[in-house]
C-alpha cells in the first residue's frame, strides 16, 4: 500500500519560511520522480517543483530562487523549503511520486499552507 504523508504545513506571515515534508512508503522510491504542486482555492493545480530519483530538480518559473526541492534516498522523504512566502501562496500543497517506467502516480493527502500579509 502506497503512502505519501505530507507535514509542515501551517501558518506563517508573508516573507516567511517554511519546510513541507512529504514521507512515502510501500513504493520504489529511490527511482520515483517526486514532486510537489499546489492548489489554491478556486483555481487548478499547478506544478511547484519536482526532483527526479537521481536528484535532478526542476521548478516552475514562478518558484524558482524562493522554493527548494530535496530529496532523501534513505529516508524516503521528499522535501520542499520555501522561502520569502507571499499571500500567493497560499495553497494545499501536495506530494507527488511516479514513474513512467513502473506505470504509477500517486498523491498525498495535502497539506495547507497559508501566507498572511
Known amino acids: 500500500q502506497v503512502q505519501l504523508v505530507e507535514s509542515g504545513g501551517g501558518l506563517v506571515q508573508s516573507g516567511g519560511s517554511l519546510r513541507l515534508s512529504c514521507a512515502a512508503s510501500?513504493?520504489?522510491?529511490?527511482?520515483?520522480?517526486m514532486g510537489w504542486y499546489r492548489q489554491a482555492p478556486g483555481k487548478q493545480r499547478e506544478l511547484v517543483a519536482t526532483i527526479t530519483g537521481g536528484g535532478t530538480p526542476h521548478y516552475a518559473d514562478s518558484m524558482k530562487g524562493r522554493f527548494t526541492i530535496s530529496r532523501d534516498n534513505a529516508k524516503n522523504t521528499v522535501y520542499l523549503q520555501m522561502n520569502s512566502l507571499k499571500p500567493e501562496d497560499t495553497a494545499v500543497y501536495y506530494c507527488?511520486?511516479?514513474?513512467?517506467?513502473?506505470?504509477?502516480?500517486?498523491w498525498g493527502q495535502g497539506t495547507q499552507v497559508t501566507v498572511s500579509s
Open positions: 510501500g513504493l520504489r522510491f529511490s527511482i520515483s520522480d
Open positions: 507527488n511520486a511516479k514513474s513512467s517506467f513502473f506505470r504509477y502516480n500517486y
